[in-house]
């Protein structure tokens, strides 16, 4: 009995906090080409040159949720510097929630329609899921779930 709430604790804990484990593998970041909130459409190499950090993330996600004001925070502090962040929302169906939940949790980065293409060639098993992508275009971060906001911080100034 006790064996059974302990496996159904983690698993609680697991769901609300995601997993934080990040990767350190360097390699190249695959263009992708998804729609904005008012339809236009983004590609990564529009940012050619810049540090992106990917935020892949659904409505539906508590952790997901949790990122957010850190998320705003980043972009608000480092955008005048040079930073694009990139939000892909994984929610599938209805995008008109997705556009009412950015404007009520007070979103300014680009929010995406992500796809399952995309989610594939970054290799999306959990979410949130962070990627920050240097000038050249290279991955150096992974970030499974959300963690640290003074370590994602610190990784963030080493790409600018």
Not at 77 to 89: A, E, H, N, R, T
Not at 134 to 141: L, M, P, S, T
């Amino acid at each position: 009995m006790f064996r059974k709430h302990l496996v159904l604790s983690a698993l609680v804990m697991a769901l609300l906090f995601g997993c934080t484990a990040k990767s350190d593998n360097i390699s190249e970041a695959s263009d992708f080409k998804l729609q904005d909130l008012n339809g236009k459409i983004v590609r990564l190499s529009d940012f050619k040159g810049k540090p992106v950090l990917l935020d892949f993330w659904a409505t539906w996600c508590p952790p997901c949720r949790a990122s957010i004001p850190g998320i705003e925070k980043l972009h608000n502090k480092y955008s005048p510097k040079g930073l694009v962040v990139l939000s892909i929302s994984l929610d599938e169906g209805d995008w008109d929630s997705v556009k009412s939940f950015s404007a009520e949790h007070g979103i300014t980065y680009p929010v995406l329609k992500g796809s399952e293409g995309v989610s594939s060639q970054f290799q999306v098993r959990t979410i949130p899921m962070l990627v920050i992508i240097n000038k050249e275009g290279k991955i150096v971060k992974r970030y499974l779930g959300y963690g640290d906001d003074d370590e994602l911080e610190k990784d963030i100034k080493t790409v600018l």
